[in-house]
């Protein structure tokens, strides 16, 4: 397979690095943002520079577009490799507007062609521990996921600007995927949101904490900080069941249950990029099975739209249909 990637960072490198080692596929070329940025990438991955997405899209020599950009380009871009008959990898979110991204997913099966939306973090240890031990506790009725990530200074990047990351929700979607994937449909979602803007598409610092309350009866709460307004991280994922607590950190889980406390392992946060693509290539070339569908993603990305319109219409929102 041919392989045209779109972006230059963090997790195109790792792309980049994953279709190496793999002699079926071929990067031949990738589109970045600043000309330095993708010239160096594409001398180190021994791959053509585009001069855009446009014409990475319209090329004949490629079968699959990995799109490991910004957010706010992701629909778009997808909607023109599809249009070029590509197999198209997407980092999440697919797009920032629910809408488009189920027009999206209906004109890939016009197509017949593969429309995968990457979903690492539940190929991570901390959602496999959270699956492997869930039955322990019995039926769970409250869990929260907090992830605070302070910035001292916070960067003048794109993950603080809102017309570029979306909603933060929205952009860290695997939040709510987490979410979703464990417990399934939402009734209700009630959310809040505060913004430390120092220009009018910039901020310092957000805040977003949501409330889901899910069909199965259960509640879930997402905490979200990034930046300047916060001086303590943490990554904290609590499951209360009525037969036990599970705890997790990025590094270990506990399962407390009476007097007992019981230390759990946690895998690593390496390698999921790889791991992905891996997955992908083989459900191409041999049709095993992949692990997340787009229908499952489109699904998230409409309760954390409902996130975002809970939180600016101050209302709770009910039923998020899917
Ligand atoms: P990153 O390292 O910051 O890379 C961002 C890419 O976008 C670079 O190629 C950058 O090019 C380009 N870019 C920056 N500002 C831009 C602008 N204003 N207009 C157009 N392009 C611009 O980001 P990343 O972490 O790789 O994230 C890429 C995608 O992967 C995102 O959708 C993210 O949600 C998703 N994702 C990332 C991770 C992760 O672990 N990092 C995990 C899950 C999903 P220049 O440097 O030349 O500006
Ligand atoms: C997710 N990490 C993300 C996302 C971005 C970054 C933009 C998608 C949006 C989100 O869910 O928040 C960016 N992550 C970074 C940056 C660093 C970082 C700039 O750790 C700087 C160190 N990602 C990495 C690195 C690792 C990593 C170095 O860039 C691991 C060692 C892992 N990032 C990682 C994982 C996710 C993620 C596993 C999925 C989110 C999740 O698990 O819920």
């Known amino acids: 397979m041919r392989v045209g990637i779109v972006g230059t960072g963090y997790a195109a490198k790792a792309r980049a690095e994953a279709l190496k080692v793999d002699r079926r596929l071929l990067l031949v070329t ?3 943002n600043t000309p330095e940025t993708t010239e ?3 001398q180190i991955f021994q791959a053509q ?4 997405w446009q014409q990475l899209v319209e090329r004949e020599d490629i079968d699959l577009v990995i799109i490991s950009t910004i957010n706010r380009d992701h629909g778009k871009i997808a909607r023109a490799a599809l249009e070029n008959d590509k197999h198209i990898i997407v980092e999440y979110p697919l797009s920032l507007d629910p809408t488009e991204a189920e027009w999206l997913i209906s004109l890939a099966a016009q197509k017949n062609k593969l429309l995968h939306v990457e979903h690492i973090e539940l190929l991570g240890g901390l959602h496999n521990a959270i699956k ?3 039955s322990e506790i019995g039926k769970i009725f409250y869990s929260r996921y907090v992830t605070i990530n302070p910035k001292q200074p916070a960067p003048h990047r794109w993950t603080y600007q809102p017309s570029l990351f979306g909603f933060p929700l ?3 979607l695997s939040r709510v995927h987490r979410f979703t994937d464990l417990f399934g449909l939402v009734d209700a979602v009630n959310a809040q949101s505060q913004f430390w803007y120092t220009e009018p598409d910039l901020y310092k610092a957000c805040l977003c904490n949501a ?3 899910f069909n199965n009866g259960a509640i879930g709460e997402v905490v979200y900080g990034k930046g300047e307004a916060f001086w303590q991280s943490e990554n904290i994922f609590t499951l209360y069941g009525e037969k036990g607590t599970l705890i997790f950190t990025p590094q270990q889980g506990q399962l407390l249950q009476g007097e007992k406390t019981q230390i759990l392992e946690v895998g690593a946060r390496r390698g999921l990029f790889a791991k992905d693509t891996t997955m992908v290539i ?3 070339l041999a049709g095993s099975p992949l692990y997340v569908t787009p229908a499952a993603s489109l699904y998230s990305l409409k309760v954390a739209e409902a996130t ?10 009910n039923e998020v249909n899917n």
């Open 30 to 32: 990738v589109a970045g």
């Open 40 to 42: 160096k990438f594409s």
């Open 49 to 52: 520079a585009s001069t855009s």
């Open 132 to 134: 492997q031990y869930i």
């Open 170 to 172: 929205v952009g860290a």
């Open 211 to 213: 409330q889901l309350k």
């Open 282 to 284: 083989e459900y191409l």
């Open 308 to 317: 975002r319109i809970s939180s600016e219409v101050g209302k709770t929102m």
